[in-house]
C-alpha cells in the first residue's frame, strides 16, 4: 500500500521561507511523477509544483521564483521549498504521485496534507 507522508507545514511571517517533505513508502519511488497541489478554504486544489520522474519540473505562475521543487530518490522524498512566502500561500497543501503503467492504467495517491498559513 503507498503512502505519502507530508511534514514541515506552519506559520510563518510574510517573506519567511519554509521546506515542505513528503515521503512515500509502499512502493518504487522512482517510478513516480510527484506533485505539491494547494487547496485555500472555499477554493479548488490546484497544483503549485511538479516533478517528472526524470527529474524535470513545472511550476504554477503564482509561485515561479520563489517556490522550488526537488527530489532526492535517496530518501524516496520530494520536497517543496518555499520563499518569499505571501499571505495569498496560505492553504493546505497536498502531496500527490502519479504513475501509468504500460496498459496506461494511472495510480494517483494523495497525503493528508500539511497546514501552511503565511501571516504577520
Known amino acids: 500500500q503507498v503512502q505519502l507522508v507530508e511534514s514541515g507545514g506552519g506559520m510563518v511571517q510574510p517573506g519567511g521561507s519554509l521546506r515542505l517533505s513528503c515521503a512515500l513508502s509502499?512502493?518504487?519511488?522512482?517510478?513516480?511523477?510527484m506533485g505539491w497541489y494547494r487547496q485555500a478554504p472555499g477554493k479548488q486544489r490546484d497544483l503549485v509544483a511538479a516533478?517528472?520522474?526524470?527529474?524535470?519540473?513545472n511550476y504554477a505562475d503564482s509561485v515561479k521564483g520563489r517556490f522550488t521543487i526537488f527530489r532526492d530518490n535517496t530518501k524516496n522524498t520530494v520536497y517543496l521549498q518555499m520563499n518569499s512566502l505571501k499571505p495569498e500561500d496560505t492553504a493546505v497543501y497536498y502531496c500527490?504521485?502519479?504513475?501509468?503503467?504500460?496498459?496506461?492504467?494511472?495510480?494517483?495517491?494523495w497525503g493528508q496534507g500539511t497546514q501552511v498559513t503565511v501571516s504577520s
Open positions: 500527490n504521485a502519479r504513475w501509468t503503467d504500460s496498459g496506461s492504467v494511472e495510480y494517483s495517491y
Open positions: 509502499g512502493s518504487i519511488f522512482s517510478i513516480y511523477a
Open positions: 516533478i517528472t520522474s526524470g527529474g524535470s519540473s
